[in-house]
């Protein structure tokens, strides 16, 4: 069954604008996500891309260096995965036009989202960065030049003027723009084809895509995240794109980080769910349609917002899903299989806090990440919340007045004591695991987010614990 499925590329997105992992763990991860049937990476650099020049300020204080850029690709071709590099280049151009220097090119003077496509220095800008980028991967087949989600497009003041004057259209400023971009690439780039997110053209008529170049000179890539994506809709869609002109499309699914913007775990379930409706899509479209499938792995929703599942956390739910696009499905044989290369013996949520975990790299990332987010708030709130002692002899009144019957504190100590110091050396494993993957930064945010809340409500608990067994002046006083 293996080798029929419908999507011929298969991609993996490496989403690096959050906890981008060390160049080792990739080389330590390709191999398996070329077993799970993976053959191509969509590598989203945003800042972590070693720009030169008078781009050097985009970089992040950890981006990677060229010859570790050089690595990643050398990594990729000796596991026979294809790599297509992401380029923002009009939404979601935080990581650019957050900076002063580049702010006067923002769309929105006060939302550094979305790029003016009026000036020609924002076109030489991307430019710049496409061809910064290109340089690192010669001989790349596609780039994917980003175009999704361009908030407030048409809301500036270049765009209000221009707007005002017939026919323009925010759908023709939109087109017009993507058309730009994609030529630069064309005529920088001959042999390299621009792939977009399909997102601003749904709603653009067919025969207004017809109209404009951007058929020719993009392949659009449908993206939907949904458990329950409309499958009819979607094919009626993929028809009306080719009608307008477009040889190939692509299909983008999610495996995390699609679920919420805080997510810690991943919900297998869902993303399983989204797969088995991608490929009904699939079926039901004529089969030289699809180039193939890209299988998103967001780490933030946007350059400002958290960190959502880490991607050891999400390797799970990615072996899954390539699995059930190989296979046409999740019969036992193809879970069994599954279970076999994450080495796990379940692929239940809650068998990953303990040693069934798996053997796959950053397994232990899994389960120590898979403990903390089932048990740290909720033991906290169990003990702080619930305890009738905490509750009954040490409330925030007697908290913030330092007042307590003396015999609760040998009541309520040993309990915080012992939870502390359960938690801390769990803490201190993860903080080691992460720090194997990730950059200082990424692990700071990671347990400033998701450990450290928990264990300060503790630390508090027990220096008022401290204070309140005090001596106190006149302990028989109304507090």
Not at 117 to 143: C, N, T
Not at 271 to 292: E, F, I, K, Y
């Amino acid at each position: 069954m293996s080798g029929c499925s419908p999507f011929k590329m298969r991609l993996v997105h490496l989403d690096l604008k959050g906890a981008p992992p060390r160049v080792c763990y990739l080389s330590e991860i390709f191999p398996l996500f070329r077993a799970l049937g993976a053959n191509g990476l969509l590598i989203e650099y945003e800042d972590m891309f070693p720009y030169e020049g008078h781009l050097r300020l985009l970089r992040a204080k950890h981006a990677y260096s060229p010859s570790e850029i050089k690595e990643i690709l050398h990594q990729a071709t000796l596991n026979e995965l294809e790599v297509i590099p992401l380029v923002q280049t009009f939404g979601h151009m935080e990581f650019v036009l957050k900076h002063e220097a580049l702010a006067h090119l923002r769309e929105v003077a006060l939302f550094p989202n979305t790029l003016n496509p009026h000036k020609a220095e924002s076109l030489a800008l991307v430019g710049a960065m496409i061809d910064q980028v290109m340089a690192l991967h010669p001989g790349a087949r596609w780039l994917h030049i980003g175009c999704d989600e361009v908030y407030y497009l048409g809301e500036g003041e270049d765009s209000r003027q221009w707007l005002q004057q017939e026919p323009n259209t925010r759908a023709e400023l939109c087109l017009s723009y993507m058309e730009a971009v994609a030529s630069h690439v064309q005529a920088q780039h001959p042999t390299t084809t621009p792939l977009v997110w399909d997102d601003m053209l749904r709603d653009i008529p067919e025969d207004q895509l017809s109209a404009s170049r951007v058929p020719q000179l993009v392949e659009p890539v449908l993206w939907d995240y949904g458990a329950d994506l409309d499958v009819h809709s979607k094919a009626l869609l993929m028809e009306k794109y080719r009608k307008s002109g477009f040889s190939w499309l692509w299909a983008a699914s999610a495996f995390k980080g699609a679920t919420g913007a805080s997510q810690a775990l991943t919900p297998i379930e869902h993303h399983l769910r989204n797969h088995m409706q991608w490929l009904q899509v699939a079926g039901s479209v004529p089969a030289d349609t699809l180039q193939g499938i890209v299988l998103t792995g967001w780490q933030r929703y946007d350059h400002f917002s958290v960190l959502c599942e880490l991607l050891p956390v999400g390797i799970p739910s990615l072996a899954v899903c390539l699995q059930v696009l190989l296979h046409g499905g999740f019969a036992e044989n193809v879970k069994a299989r599954v279970e076999n290369f994450l080495g796990t013996s379940s692929l239940e949520a809650t068998d990953f806090r303990s040693e069934r975990a798996g053997s796959f790299p950053g397994s232990d990332i899994l389960n120590l990440v898979t403990q903390v987010s089932l048990h740290l708030c909720s033991s906290v709130d169990a003990l702080l919340e619930r305890d009738r002692y905490v509750t009954g002899w040490f409330s925030p009144y007697h908290r913030r007045r330092k007042f307590i019957h003396p015999v609760m504190i040998q009541h309520i100590q040993p309990q915080a004591h012992s939870l502390l110091a359960r938690w801390s050396v769990l803490v201190g494993e993860l903080e080691a695991a992460l720090q194997r993957v990730f950059y200082p930064d990424a692990v700071e945010e990671w347990l400033e987010e998701n450990v450290r809340p928990s264990l300060r409500r503790l630390q508090a608990l027990l220096q008022d614990l401290g204070e309140a067994a005090g001596p106190r002046p006149d302990s028989s006083q109304d507090p």
